[in-house]
């Protein structure tokens, strides 16, 4: 079985929404990549840090989901990161409310022996510095290293961040953040920059406007699927960068044809993601579900096209 | 030879972007659907008004591209209607410095008699009632009617707009007037709701995010090209439906299936539009060009997804 390792965070998070609001409930980017990886059946190992507070009921969820929880250290008088936000009507932008880094203050991530040589590896957007820590335990160079970020490192560690991109395969990161470290505006150019920064591959995604991905001169793009109802954003940047990985991983191919299939499988899982509260909606997400609506997003897509 | 008629101005506009700024150039959507439609060498029939001031030279250059203008009055005493306006940097906004309606101000179209049988019809962003006189005149329900409108109309001319819409089948309409005309911000209700309202399609136009199509529970999406410079936005919403219309005249193919290849047709071409200011690019736009440019939209788009 392929393995995939994926360090970022396992948070608490209390979402508002026009359609209401939670308490603390389960969050964080390793979490929701960590769900969407589990969809293919790939040994998924979550580095990430989490206090006495977390329940061992979530811990056991992620272990059902076939997703390996020896990476995630708990912190036994520490408290988990919560983080908690209001989104606005329009879902597109939100207001942070609350951030208690708490454990991941001190967050210093330990690799597993067992995940030592994964062949895939997800970075979730962390400091850089912790980020290259990662790679600097993995027995060899991974065939794969995706590198999630976003601007607060960009203001506050920029320099670590260029070291860390000179490490990694592919970038994912959002249009306004991939503006801010090309200093271009055209989404084109913006890739092209951030190539000559070391990622041969560039994500860009645009939320409800789909994603971009650029290699070289080569190009494609995945929509998101138009929805009826967006309930909740939170975690669909981090499901659609878990599918992606998740795909490779399950694959074991590392080509550029192969990446259009998993940005596809990427948007696919993110538009269930968002259909619910935090990871409700993909902790009972069945491949039934997942292969339907992937045929809806080759209807949405697919053309054959008659020249004249 | 199909026949495609449309109405909408032909005028003078003077732009402004971040590359640039121009005189008075020709402009106008008639002239930017008609420039589209040429592309496929349906019969096309502008119907529109134009003052003494309006260059024999512009009405040269489209009898050549294979525009019929007969139905383009030219008030002798009377001035072209003129637009002028400036982009801001984004390129997606815009404000507009003058606009002199001048002849348009009185403006009642008149269908040429030759066109009274065209099977497509574009009626262009004008007032409602003025595009419902252009189907009074018709001989016969064409076949499809497709129908552009904006903001204003709503503003000013709701219910004269609902009547039109009953009689049409295809409405053209940016995301922010989709959600203005309907009440409802997700654009999946937002077309359900105008569904109700007559069109039995619905496209909505997204400009750089690329364009929905909607046909009761179908949905398909053409995305934008991403391109490295838009040089000029101006007629590339009008250029997108010259290229839809266009494809449906030629093909004379009315289903579904079709106006997925017309949407992807309507978006290759608005890609050229916006490279050079005004009308420039579309003037001189061969054959060859367009269908190169059409294999980068399948290479943008096209996958054959492995089922994991």
Not at 188 to 211: D, L, S, T
Not at 264 to 278: D, H, M, P, Q, R
Request: aromatic share 10%; proline share 4%.
């Amino acid at each position: 079985m392929s393995k995939l390792l994926a360090v970022g965070t396992v948070a608490f998070d209390a979402i508002e929404t026009p359609f209401g609001k939670t308490d603390k409930i389960l969050g964080g980017s390793g979490t929701f990549v960590g769900l969407a990886a589990s969809q293919f059946g790939v040994k998924t190992g979550v580095v990430s840090v989490v206090g006495g507070d977390f329940p061992q009921s979530y811990l056991d969820m992620m272990e059902e989901k076939g997703i390996d929880t020896t990476g995630i250290e708990i912190v036994k008088d520490g408290k988990t990161f919560f983080w908690s936000g209001k989104y606005h009507n329009d879902m597109n932008s939100r207001d942070t409310l609350v951030t208690e880094l708490n454990v991941l203050e001190t967050f210093t991530p330990v690799v597993p022996e067992e995940f030592k040589d994964a062949p895939v590896v997800m970075l979730g957007n962390l400091h850089p510095l912790t980020q290259a820590s990662v790679l600097d335990q993995m027995n060899e160079r991974p065939k794969l290293v995706v590198l999630d970020t976003m601007n607060f490192w960009m203001d506050i560690a920029l320099n670590d961040l260029h070291e860390v991109l000179k490490r990694i395969d592919v970038i994912t990161i959002n249009d306004e953040e991939a503006r801010q470290l090309s200093g271009e505006y055209s989404l084109v150019n913006a890739a092209k920059k951030i190539h000559e920064m070391g990622p041969k591959y560039v994500v860009i995604k645009k939320g409800e406007h789909g994603a971009l991905l650029f290699n070289e001169e080569n190009m494609f793009f995945a929509p998101a699927l138009p929805l009826a109802e967006v309930f909740d954003p939170t975690g669909a940047g981090d499901t659609f960068a878990g599918g992606f990985c998740g795909y490779i991983a399950r694959t074991e191919d590392y080509s550029f044809e192969n990446m259009k299939n998993a940005i596809i499988y990427g948007s696919n899982l993110a538009s269930f993601c968002v259909e619910k509260f935090g990871t409700e909606r993909m902790e009972e997400l069945s491949k039934e579900e997942v292969q339907t609506r992937l045929h809806a997003f080759k209807q949405l897509t697919q053309f054959d096209i008659e020249l004249v």
